[in-house]
């Protein structure tokens, strides 16, 4: 089913407009200077690829519908080390196709963006409705021993607004940024205001300070990730998804010391910069008692629960990771020492609780809460949820 | 035949048989410095060497800027030609060179791609983005380095092995057919297509060359030699003898009669496919710039 | 709701009511989506919070869809509707699936040519318009029955001023079928208003 697409966002004028979840991370990837898509139809992300074979061509850019998502992301993989930003789009099925290539591009340090428009699954599921039960395939999904950045929009406006995010950390941190949307989010319109062009900080890739003879022999360290110069530059760049040597980048697959340097640094040049890279938004959590640890949307009925249950006196507060992974534990952390209990709904089973309850290290009581039919977790349902955790509380006046 | 639907529509002016570039053979010295290294990991007897010094020739001889081609290769023991050579090169993941060259080549249409794979690469876990490369006519040239068998993984069988062939995964003999890759590469829509063979190397030079110099998809298939597995599963070991063999299988395109039977014992060499259409990057810019024109008028 | 319908009259400059959620609902090609988008669309203009959701099959065409608006003036958190103020539906199938949800005292407006409500259903207020044939006799276009009953629903919902309602029909619509699309609006703003007379008559009798 095709939706209408409205029409482009008017630079000029600074009043709401009424945008899609997925034509807002199309125009969000224009505004942080992306010019390259590559990707395949799946449903419910289809609209950010049909949105960009429209906007991408009229400034400048290419739009490329591949022979399947493996090629997609490979191409965008292509027209990064080209030098241009480049994002593909897809859901669960085409977010599995894509795994080997998201290893290919963290391991050969290759900045793009990979939207996963998330619906029920596995296989071809419930293609027309959300889910969020790709966390940890975000996560986890490649092979081997990667660091992984992934942010979950809660709102069309976020959805703009960390997509720019997303391609400033890939460009900043060299590695590729997933970001987590799902098809209620997605298919969405709300109407937001956009901000000012100027306003919006974007992170351009530079080229390294050295002669190209040089190259060879200058290092990244954890603070000073240097750019990869484009193909076609007189610096003669390899580039490659085996094991190499990370001062010459030469493969190298017979030292393991050289493996070892290579794989803590692809891990650390992350972990080092958590608290940088890791947003979270903590509502009402002066003085909670319980807290809501929830994501994506289903943090919206969390948001009306905790509204609502604060009116009435009752402490409750929200704490929203805007970044997934890496997984915010300072923030649960905090949350750990504060409250007696944590509620984690989520539309998967247990996937982020699992490391909710890894990370309060028994502070708190863990309570999980997952559904898996496609439907968005109510915030009744996240109401009778909290109610027991406040039997002295006189609810029938609720 | 090609199986491209309405393909007259893009068809360019016809041109009549290309004149294939005759690249004069350059000095080792010249070689070198398109190389990081001369060092190998390929086995003794194996072709591949060969083939990379046919490609540097080809570079050479057109008096192409190193600095603009990028090699981007697949996995396997033709893919470890993108750290041997001194060009811009990127070794992707198996299968996936063509993509990560049609992505570099929309981003950058000033670069020369050309796209080092193997048979496995090309035609098993890549022939899906190999068909498509060449449906677009996306201007990449395609050097496919043809053992029939997968060496680096220790003589397995390819969708090149021939019907009856040995391999570690066809101890009875191969039950099934082989593609022949310049035909499928023709179907598909390829512009170009030739053939060489690693005993024929002036040749292999020269189709090289002239898929370089082609504006389109181009695929230069090079017939190569795999003493270690395929020639001691099902010919002989001594690289001498297997490329003699080559000599005796290999027969020039205008004395191999349309009708006859190709096999793996007796088939065409040299340029076998041209012709002109709109390349897939020109397409691109046109499109930009209608989009452009409506969205600015 | 009742009161809402009997006060909400086009062009009716009354203060917006806080929240009002809305529910169209019809099959795969009925342009139920693009009736929704519309509302959201002139809401969002008019600077009210608003969210728009839709839910459907993998049909195109067929099946039973709906898309949902929530136009309020506090944030929207929770953004889909599950006891809409008002709901139109242009299917049977939509009728079956979807209608029960209006909120009692709520607004049902409904294809009085597609689809037969459960006379013993007395909790919402019922307005069916004949909005497939009105297209097709008065238009002959049955291709713009959305809008013709997006008319109707503005009318007699009274949820936003039609001007602005039009103007965002106007815009989403091609240049082409400004005219047939603003025809349709227009018929349809005429039958929700007549529409409307005989709902305050009936309620005024029902009062008495």
Same mark, same amino acid.
């Given at each position: 089913m095709t939706t209408p697409t409205s029409t482009a966002v008017p630079a000029a004028t600074r009043r709401a407009v009424l945008l899609q979840g997925n034509e807002a991370v199309a125009e969000g990837a224009i505004a942080a200077g992306a010019r390259f898509f590559a990707g395949y139809p799946i449903t419910p992300s289809t609209e950010i690829a049909e949105v960009l074979s429209r906007? =991408? %061509?009229?400034?400048?850019g290419t739009f490329i519908q591949m022979e399947d998502e493996? !090629?997609?992301? !490979? !191409?965008?993989?292509?027209?990064?080390l080209a030098g241009t930003k480049a994002l593909t789009a897809t859901s669960g099925p085409g977010f599995s196709l894509m795994q080997e290539m998201i290893g290919f591009a963290t391991m050969a340090q290759i900045p793009c963006v990979v939207v996963d428009v998330m619906r029920g699954g596995p296989s071809t599921g419930l293609p027309t409705e959300p889910a969020q039960g790709d966390v940890m395939q975000a996560r986890w999904g490649t092979h081997g021993e990667h660091s992984v950045i992934a942010l979950v929009p809660s709102s069309v406006e976020e959805c703009y607004t960390l997509t720019v995010e997303a391609f400033n950390l890939s460009e900043q941190y060299r590695t590729p940024v997933i970001i987590l949307s799902d098809a209620l989010i997605g298919h969405m319109r709300e109407a937001v205001v956009l901000p000012e062009p100027g306003t919006l900080r974007i992170a351009e890739r530079g080229t390294p300070d050295c002669e190209p003879d040089e190259y060879d022999t200058v290092t990244s360290t954890l603070d000073n990730i240097l750019p990869r110069p484009p193909l076609g530059s007189p610096f003669r760049v390899h580039v490659t998804g085996l094991v190499y040597n990370r001062r010459s980048g030469a493969p190298d697959t017979s030292d393991p010391a050289a493996a070892a340097d290579l794989g803590r640094y692809l891990r650390e040049k992350i972990y080092h910069h958590r608290d940088a890279i890791v947003r979270v938004e903590e509502v009402e959590m002066h003085g909670a008692e319980v807290a809501i640890f929830a994501y994506g949307s289903v943090a919206r009925s969390a948001m009306a629960v905790v509204r609502k249950l604060r009116a009435e006196g009752v402490p409750v507060g929200l704490v929203r990771p805007i970044t997934l992974w890496p997984f915010p534990t300072l923030a649960?952390?905090?949350m750990a020492e504060q409250v007696r209990t944590v509620i984690v709904p989520e539309m998967n089973i247990r996937q982020m609780s699992w490391e909710v309850q890894a990370a309060v290290r028994g502070r708190a009581k863990v309570i999980d809460y997952g559904r898996v039919d496609g439907k968005l977790i109510t %915030?009744?349902?996240? =109401?009778?949820l909290v109610k027991p955790e406040f039997y002295y509380h006189s609810w029938e006046d609720a | 035949m090609s199986? *491209?639907?309405?393909?007259?529509? *893009?068809?360019?002016?016809p041109t009549g048989d290309p004149k294939l570039p005759r690249i004069k053979p350059h000095t080792t010295t010249e070689i070198?410095?398109?190389?990081?290294?001369?060092?190998? *990991?390929?086995c003794p007897g194996c072709s591949n060497g060969t083939i990379t010094r046919a490609l540097i020739d080809a570079v050479l001889g057109l008096e192409i800027d190193p600095e603009k081609v990028v090699v981007v290769a697949g996995i396997g023991c033709s893919g470890r030609i993108s750290a041997y050579l001194d060009y811009s090169t990127v070794h992707t993941a198996h299968g996936r060179a063509l993509p990560v060259a049609t992505g570099i080549k929309a981003a950058d249409p000033s670069l020369h791609v050309i796209v080092a794979m193997g048979d496995g690469d090309s035609s098993a876990i890549g022939g899906n983005h190999f068909i498509h490369a060449a449906r677009r006519n996306i201007d990449l040239t395609a050097l496919v380095f043809n053992n029939s068998i997968y060496g680096m993984t220790g003589g397995q069988m390819s969708p090149t092995t021939h019907l009856g062939d040995k391999s570690t995964t066809s101890v009875y003999g191969n039950v099934e057919p082989a593609f022949d890759l310049c035909e499928l590469a023709h179907a598909a829509g390829a512009t170009y297509v030739a053939r060489g063979t690693s005993w024929g190397y002036q040749q292999l030079v020269n189709v090289l060359a002239g898929g370089i110099a082609h504006s389109g998809f181009s695929m230069v298939e090079a017939m190569a030699i795999c003493p270690v597995y395929y020639g001691r599963f099902n010919l002989t070991s001594d690289p001498a003898e297997f490329l003699k063999s080559q000599k005796e299988h290999a027969v020039p395109v205008d004395k191999f009669d349309e009708g006859e039977t190709r096999s793996h014992d007796h088939y065409p060499v040299g340029l076998?496919?041209?012709?002109e259409r709109r390349e897939y990057v020109t397409a691109l810019r046109s499109l930009r710039e209608r989009a452009q024109e409506a969205h600015n008028g | 709701m009742a009161e809402r319908a009997g006060t909400g009259a086009a062009g009716s400059d009354a203060a917006p009511a806080a929240r009002v959620e809305m529910r169209c609902s019809g099959s795969g090609g009925q342009g139920i989506l693009l009736a929704a988008a519309i509302i959201a669309e002139a809401a969002a203009a008019l600077g009210r919070r608003v969210v728009q959701t839709q839910s459907y099959g993998p049909e195109a065409r067929g099946g039973a869809s709906k898309a949902e608006v929530i136009i309020a003036s506090e944030p929207i958190d929770y953004p889909e509707v599950q006891h809409p103020d008002v709901s139109l539906v242009l299917s049977q199938a939509a009728y079956d699936k979807y209608a029960a949800d209006t909120r009692p005292g709520g607004l049902l407006i409904y294809d009085s040519g597609?689809?037969?409500? #459960?006379?013993? #259903?007395e909790s919402v207020v019922r307005c069916g318009l004949p909005f497939t044939q009105a297209a097709s006799d008065e238009l002959g276009k049955k291709v713009v029955t959305n809008i013709v009953a997006l008319g109707a629903l503005v009318a007699v919902s009274g949820a936003l001023p039609a001007a602005a309602v039009l103007e965002a029909v106007v815009s989403r619509v091609p240049p082409r079928f400004r005219e047939l699309n603003e025809q349709a609006f227009v018929l349809g703003l005429r039958l929700g208003e007549e529409a409307l007379a005989m709902l305050a008559t009936s309620s005024a009798a029902r009062t008495s």
């Open positions: 906007r =991408l %061509p009229e400034v400048g493996i !090629a997609g992301i !490979a !191409a965008v993989c292509g027209a990064s649960v952390d905090r %915030p009744d349902e996240i =109401l009778e | 199986a *491209l639907v309405d393909e007259q529509l *893009l068809e360019a002016a070198k410095q398109h190389l990081r290294s001369a060092k190998t *990991l390929w076998l496919h041209h012709r | 597609l689809v037969e409500p #459960d006379p013993a #259903d």
